[in-house]
Structures are given as C-alpha cells and as structure tokens.
C-alpha cells in the first residue's frame, strides 16, 4: 500500500471505506437479531404452554379454593343453627317462668276469697271479734306482705321475659345479617379474586403480542434489508448519510475514484442511491471478505509510528490559527501569539500519569507552550488505555492522532490565550467550555483558509485533510462514544447543563474518567461549529473585555453564539440528510456512472 497512496490518500480511502465496515457490521448485526428473534419465538411457545399449564392451574385452584369457603360457610350455619336451638331452649324455660307466674296469681286471687270469707265470719261471731281482728291483722299483714313479694315477682318475671324476648329478637337480626353480611362477603371476594387473575391473564397474553409485534417488525425491517442486500451486495446508501458523510463524498468523490482506480475497483451507483465498489477486472461486486480485507491492509499501512510527522502537523494548526485569530481580533497582536510554541510530551508510562500522557496541554512557560503527545513513543499500556477510553476502532492509534493533532491544537490555542489575558476559572470547566466550544469553528475556518490559498496558487503545505474528511472522522468518533454513554441518564444530563449554561453549571468531574472528560469537550466541540462571523463573535466574548475571575460572574450571551438543539445538536448532525438536500445534489452523485 505504501507504494500506491501516500498516508494522507490512504486515510482519506479508508474513511470511505468505513461506511462499508459500518454496513457490514450493521447486517451482522441484523442476523444476530434474527437469531434472537428466532429464539424469543420459541421462548413465546414456550410462554404460551407455560401460560396454558398456568390458566388450568388457576382454575382448579380457584374451583378448590370456593369448595372450601363453601365447607366454611356451611359449618358455620351448623353453629348459627345450634345457637338458635339454644336460644329457643331459653325461650321454652322463660314460658315455663310465666307459667309459674300465672299459678301464682291464681293462688293469690284464693287467697282473698278467703280473707273475704274470714271477713263475713268475724262479723257473725261478735264474741271472738278482737281476737278474730288481731289474727286476721297479722293475716292480713302476711298476706298484703306476700302479694307485695308476689307482685314484684311477677314484674320482675315480666321484664325478664320481655328483655329475653327482645334480646331473642336482635340476637336473630344479628345472625340474619351475620348470615348475609358473610355471603355477600364471600361473593365480593370469590369475584375479586377471579378480577385480579383475569387481569393478571390478560396482562401476560398483551405483553407477549406487543414483544411479538415488535420482533415482527424487526423482522420486516431485516427482509427489507436483506432484498437491498441482494440487489446490490454490500453497498453504502448515500441517500441515508449524515451531513458529514454525506458531503465527504461530494467533496472527495473524484479522488476516490482516482484512488480505487490504482486497485482495479471502481465507484458504481445503483438505483435507489446504493453506492457499490465494482472489480473491472473480475466484473463484479466486492463482497464483504475483499472489503475487510481491503480495509485490513490499510490499517496495516497505517499503523506505523514513523507514518505520520505529529510535530509538522501541530505547528502548521498553530500558524494558521493564530492568522485567523489575529485577523478576527487584532486587540489580541498585545500579548504577544507570535511566541507560541509547541513540545512534545515525554510520557512517563505509569498508571496514575496515563490521563496526562495521552492528552494535549498548555500554559506552560507563561502561556506560549502548547504541549502534544507523541504516539511514536507510546508504550503498548498507553495504547490500550487510549482504545478503550476513546478510539472508534482498534489499531488506528497513529491515525487518530494525525486527526487529533489538527482538532486538539487550536483547543490548547484558545488556552494559551487564556493564561496570557490572566483569566482565571478555579473550576478550570468555564476554561474547558470556551476552549472546546470555539475548536470546532476554528477548525473549519483552518481548511477554508488553506483552500483560499489553493485556489490563489500559494506555497501550501501538503495538508492531507479536508474539513468534510475530518469532520466524518470527528462525528465517528463521538457517535461512537455515545453510545458508551447514552444509558448514563445522570452523566448526560450534566453535560447538557455544561453546554446549555456555557460551562457555569460545573459537572461532578471527580467522578468522570478520562473518556467521559473527552466525549464532552469535543462533542461540544462539534457542536458549537459556526461560520467565520459566528466565530469573530464568540472569540469577541471570550476575550475581549473578560479578565480576571471568570465565574465571578456569568456574562450575557449574544444571541449568535448561543447554542440551538434544533440545528447543532449531535442528534441533529448525525441523523440522515434531509430529503431536500439529496434532490439537490442527486445529479452530482450519478455522475460517477
């Protein structure tokens, strides 16, 4: 390969390349999904039988559960019935009581028919009538005493009866109501309970027919993919783009021609915008093993420590930004941006400096000291650091590098800036803000600048990016670690408040590691991308009047510069190119054909 392309010809290939590793990668998923649909299909039968055992279940369980409370309720209308029986038994010995009381009356009516005979007797016998009146005194005496006993008697009989009768009574409201407060009961329960086994019967039969519609739209969704599939092998849909894939292949699609061409492969458009890589030698499509494999021997290529010049590339970044920086704001020619420098970071390959030996830096030597690290020197603890906290795929390491030396350096410009205005931020989150949010602007104005000077026939170094080639690269990178990330609700909220505040809401950084730190600066780094006037306002803000403690106090923002979710947000950057935008450029497209 290292006889066909140059580096920067091969890194721009293997961008384009990539979004057929990303189809790839997508059908494999795909069959997976299959896979897993065909297993939750079968899991489903299994649910259904299971549910079938489950119903039957319920149902002889419910048919035993309403014997029993059938049996209860039965035994105890057999105690209700004993307790009436002794109840009546009551009752019979207080008519007895009456009875008793009814014969004592009688006698007591006797009683004074004699006395009323005695009566008549002492008034005939005149001889014995004192003595006949003083017996029949005390007669009358005991008799008035035992009516009296015999009268209270009988009242207190009587009212005996009558509480007995009473308490009969409610005694046998109380069971009647007993009676149907406990059938009524027994019913709302025997219906409750077939309501919530009914509910809990329905709800398991709705789930499983919403898990079964979606699978069956996943399914649809993979038969559709697998007929574009056979129409046209392994293809890119440039109609499915994000911008910036979208306008890396109008900007760069006759160099990649002219690149394949040196291969034998050449750029075909199909119906339906399906771009395919023909072999003219063979006059067929490439399949998925002569891409990967193609694919293989660039990274091989390009994973080489002497391949790219980082110190050549850092200082032609910092050049160029400090011409835009002093043409935007001249107040700045004071502090001196001529005496900028960079260095290389010597990496000291220990576990608690692996943060520092992969990352950028400034501020050294009064504010004129950019420093850079140096994959060439990286130990193979520091390669898989960086993989596993930020790269979008493995062995890519120098390549990634190449790229983040011209994303990262005007970054560390803005915070050389900083230390010479003597700002200060105890937070260090305002700086971070500031810094990445105006990295992304600049960069683009970088290329546009150096394509000035193309079309004007100027000395230019061989630059090897485009600003499409290394936006593409630059989305890449931070869809891919968003995806790490999207689940962390409590993380991305804090970086929405970092942005949306302009970097006054400070995020809990202690509790962020190295690759969380790094998704957000540069996803606001992309962002907050604007066009040359947007620039000048945002530089304007950051350093034309502010010194001094930053957080102090939070400025007014101007209008231009503010962020806007319905434009710049990553959802919006990363999500296909509108229907509008494909028309326009459609022609340019098929004329590879």
Known sequence: MEKLFYP??????????????????????????????NENQNQNQNLNENQNQIENQ?????????????????????????????????????????????????????????????????????????????????????????????????????????????????????????????QNQNQNQNQNQNQNENQNLNENPNQNLNQNQNQNQNLNQNQNLNENQNQASFFWDISKANQFEFFFFIKHKKDLQSLLKKLGISIKIQEKSLIVLFDEEKKEILNEEQILKLISKLEEYLYSKDVFDYEELTNTVIEYTKKIVLSLCPYLESIDLNKIYSVAIVPFNEKWSLDNDIAFAA??????????????????????????????RPKRVYLDYA?????????????????????????????????????????????????????????????????????????????????????????????????NSFGYKTPQHQKMNYGQRFYMKHRVAIEGIRDRIGLKSHLD?????????????KPVIPIEINFREDTHSLNVLAKSISEEIFKKYKKDIFELN
């Open 8 to 37: 920067f010809e091969a890194s721009l290939l293997l961008t384009f390349l990539d979004r057929y590793q990303n189809q790839i990668e997508n059908i494999n998923e795909n069959q997976n999904l299959n896979q897993n649909l």
């Open 58 to 182: 319920n149902q002889n369980q419910i048919q035993n559960q309403n014997q029993n409370q059938n049996e209860k309720q039965n035994q105890n209308l057999n105690e209700n019935q004993n307790e009436n029986q002794n109840l009546n038994e009551n009752q019979n010995q207080n008519q007895n009581q009456n009875q008793n009381q009814i014969q004592n009356q009688n006698q007591n009516q006797n009683l004074n028919e004699k006395q009323n005979q005695n009566e008549n007797l002492n008034q005939n016998q005149n001889q014995n009538q004192n003595q006949n009146q003083i017996e029949n005194q005390n007669l009358n005496q005991n008799l008035n005493q035992n009516q009296n006993q015999n009268q209270n008697q009988n009242q207190n009989l009587n009212q005996n009866l009558n509480e007995n009768q009473i308490e009969n009574q409610n005694q046998n409201e109380k069971q009647n109501q007993i009676q149907n407060e406990n």
């Open 363 to 392: 501020g050294g030597d009064f504010g004129n000291q950019i420093a850079y690290p140096n994959p060439k020197i990286f130990s193979q603890e520091l390669i898989d650091f960086w993989e596993e906290m930020c790269a979008t």
């Open 403 to 499: 790229y983040r030396c011209v994303r990262s350096t005007p970054h560390e410009f803005m915070h050389a800036i900083q230390c010479k205005l003597k700002q200060e931020d105890p937070s260090l989150w305002i700086f971070e803000h500031d810094a990445s949010r105006l990295s992304g602007s600049l960069v683009k104005a970088i290329f546009e600048e150096i394509e000035q000077e193309q079309k004007a026939k100027k000395n230019v170094k061989n630059f090897f990016f485009s600003f499409e080639h290394l936006a593409i690269n630059w989305i890449d990178e931070i869809v891919s670690n968003h995806l790490k990330f999207k689940n962390n609700t409590d993380f991305i909220n804090q970086y929405h408040d970092w942005r």
């Open 541 to 553: 803000f950051c350093f034309k009047e502010r010194c001094g403690d930053i957080s102090i106090k």
